[in-house]
């Protein structure tokens, strides 16, 4: 084989999503002689970015001054907040809504369509954007530190031979590696285990957001009006909630996030999801729509005592790949891109690594995360106790003494043995999607069937076995879109994957009981195609 190809900069950033891009934006602002390029394994910048998304400006506003004046495609202005708990029949509204849920000041956007928007205003300042190019695998240095990352071939076929199309990829070398792939990034995961940055640490912990994009008949939408939920359809030992955005254009964003670290090993997300779009307060307002985008992506929510070491030798962790999302906020978008300005400001002074860790410690970034560190833990012991913990973590502002402790999602499942499954109170659903492979269609997902496949399960045998008997199988559960399949029967059952459907959520990657499924990425700009998520 042929030696590959490279191409050299001072800072290479994998990962075109808000932190990424801001950190491009601020330091070619801080230093334009530095040659930085940002690589993004979707085929568009955006088209894998889902998020709800209410994000709090005053970030942007540094970033990009003016931005107000030329906003992104769809920002709508917070209007009103409503929090609610729900039954399966009614419910009640909470007379005040919790204080980091009050969004007075922010706006409602498309976070796909907001990272597409700030690209073009990064390549402006000279920063070099390559949409298509998944990073299959880090570039090491002699002396062992990272160097840049390695480009997947392009045209390999299932088996592993070459196709007519057969591109080889490259090697993009870096003085400085920034990691900024968003929750469960498949690179990070591999320098977490390689560096021990996670040793001092609790392990990262995860929810699913599964999302979808309606039109609806005009007259329903209050442009601006923001709804959260907790309560039905999740029983009160399962972590969710659900998220309502009403937009312009007779839109509305809608979506449900389940903890990763629930027990029931019968749960199913994405039927919860479709569930809650049934309650009484929500049915209306679709009957009659239609969907116009739908996808899942994991969220990071472990906190501040997840934190792995946020630097190695050669590179540097940012945004959700480093955990930085406000849990009872619901809000990640500000803090990856102070996370991004922050990270830039160390690199213009230094091009290194070296002290990126303190640096964030040290910031407001992570003091708004130790304020509430405390509060999604707390609702491990249910929904109840999950309520007044959160009281009083806000009534203290995360002064208490101690610190709850987090546990990695895929050791929460108890097997079938141990569950006794709560009565679900599920109704018949009327509503669009019909099931799971109807809503991988709105996600436009697109993977050539004839490529290796991305998604490695190192033992299947334990599929047929011990995970058939100790827990029912549940990667048939929690995947949103249908990609594993148990088919077959007797001697001749097996594991299907169905590869071409993922949306690259990551969730079998987090929840899998025997942490035997590994997402790696598939062929660049395979995946989903958001629009406007």
């Given amino acids: ?62 970033l990009l001054p003016g931005w107000r004046d030329n906003p992104p495609p769809i920002c709508v202005p917070a209007a009103e907040d409503e929090f609610w708990y729900l039954t399966k029949t009614g419910g009640f509204k909470f007379p005040i809504v919790p204080p980091q849920m009050n969004n007075h000041g922010n706006f409602i956007v498309s976070l796909g369509a907001m990272c597409a928007w700030m690209a073009p205003q990064a390549e402006a300042l000279g920063v070099e954007i390559y949409p298509g190019f998944a990073a299959s695998e880090i570039y090491y240095n002699e002396d062992g530190s990272v160097g840049g990352v390695c480009i997947g071939d392009m045209g390999v076929a299932k088996d ?20 900024a792939e968003g929750a469960r990034g498949h690179l990070t995961k591999r320098l977490v285990k390689r560096f021990g940055l996670d040793a001092d ?58 903890g990763l670290d629930y027990r029931d090993p019968n749960y199913q997300p994405y039927e919860a999801f479709q569930q809650w779009k049934h309650h009484p307060t929500i049915k209306p307002l679709l ?66 690594s070296e002290g990126w860790d303190a640096k964030l410690r040290g910031s407001a970034v992570m003091a708004e995360l130790k304020k509430v560190r405390n509060i999604k833990p707390g ?26 402790k987090v546990a990695s999602d895929h050791a929460t499942l108890n097997k079938l043995s141990e569950q006794e499954s709560p009565k679900r109170d599920y109704v018949d659903r009327e509503l669009p999607p019909r099931d799971r492979l109807a809503g991988v269609y709105f996600a436009a997902t697109e993977h050539d069937e004839d490529q290796p496949v991305h998604l490695k399960v190192a033992d299947t045998s334990i599929c047929l ?11 048939t559960r929690f995947c ?10 007797g001697s001749e059952r097996r594991l299907q994957i169905n590869a071409a459907n993922c949306v690259h959520c990551k969730t079998c990657d987090i929840k899998d009981p025997y942490e035997i499924i590994n997402w790696v990425t598939p062929e660049g700009g395979a995946g989903p195609n958001y629009q406007n998520l």
Avoid at 320 to 338: E, S, Y
């Fill in 201 to 258: 640490s609790d392990p990262q912990s995860y929810s699913i957001g599964i999302k979808e994009l309606w039109q609806v008949p005009a007259g329903r939408v209050k442009p601006g009006k923001i709804v959260h939920s907790l309560g039905w359809p999740a029983d009160t030992r399962t972590y969710g909630g659900s998220f309502l955005y009403h937009l312009d254009g007779d839109r509305i964003a809608l979506g449900y996030v389940s």
């Fill in 160 to 179: 592993g031979s070459q196709k007519a199309g057969y591109t080889q990829g490259i090697d993009i070398r870096a003085k400085l590696t920034v990691l």
């Fill in 1 to 62: 084989m042929s030696e590959r190809e490279f191409m050299e900069y001072d800072v290479v950033v994998v990962g075109a999503g808000p932190a990424g891009l801001a950190l491009a934006i601020r330091l070619k602002q801080l230093k334009a002689d530095l040659s930085v390029c940002v690589i993004e394994k979707s085929s568009t910048i955006g088209a894998h970015i889902l998020s709800g998304a209410v994000i709090e400006p005053q970030p942007l506003d540094e």
């Fill in 379 to 404: 609702f491990k012991k249910g929904l109840w106790f999950g309520l007044l913990n959160s009281a009083w973590e806000t009534l203290v502002a995360g002064a208490s003494p101690w610190t709850l």
């Fill in 287 to 352: 009957e009659g729509g239609n969907i116009l985008s739908a996808g899942a992506r994991a969220i990071v929510t472990g906190g501040w005592q997840s934190l792995p070491k946020l630097e190695m030798p050669g590179a540097m962790l940012i945004g959700d790949t480093a955990g930085l999302l406000n849990v009872p906020k619901i809000k990640g978008t500000h803090q990856a891109l102070r996370s991004g300005m922050l990270a830039a400001e160390h690199i213009a002074a230094s091009v290194s």
């Fill in 465 to 475: 076995t011990r995970c058939t008997t100790e827990y029912g199988n549940p990667c």
């Fill in 480 to 489: 949103p879109a249908g990609v594993y399949e148990m088919v077959g029967e």
